[in-house]
């Protein structure tokens, strides 16, 4: 078990269910906490191997994956394990263990988090 603390890319809002944990860039600048949690998702995606396994889970039917349907993105198995580590720290994905198989997922509230982090001020489109 890993002792890294998570910073989620979503927070309780108050009985609203979750709200995106930064304001979108170009609304205002980011605190220091906010620019941290970014950069933690912004990390965890910069790597191949990673963005590769997020894709999968997120375009895979159903928006969730076997771990046995994602896994050949070319490295070895404890690699792929390692690298949906580091996403699930992000707070990019979630996990259920089912038998002898992981299932990971990405919350369709964690996409949109992402979209309306980067998205454009209706007056510049």
């Known amino acids: 078990m890993s002792n890294a603390k ?9 009985g609203q269910g979750a709200a995106p944990c930064c304001p979108p860039l170009t609304e205002r600048p980011m605190t220091a906490a906010e620019a941290e949690t970014a950069a933690r998702m912004f990390k965890a995606l910069g790597d191949p191997v990673r963005l590769r396994l997020f894709s999968a889970v997120a375009s895979h039917e159903g928006g969730e994956a076997c771990v046995c349907d994602i896994s050949d993105v070319g490295v070895s198995q404890p690699t792929v394990s390692h ?20 299932y990971y997922r990405i919350e369709p509230s964690v996409l949109a988090a992402m979209g309306k982090l980067l998205a454009m001020p209706a007056a510049a489109r």
Not at 6 to 14: I, M, N, Q, S, T
Not at 84 to 92: I, Q, R, T, Y
Request: charged residues 30%; aromatic residues 4%.
């Open 83 to 102: 690298h949906l580590k580091k996403l699930k720290e992000a707070g990019l994905l979630t996990s259920e263990r089912r038998g002898t198989w992981v």
């Open 6 to 14: 998570v910073l989620p890319l979503l927070e309780p809002a108050d």
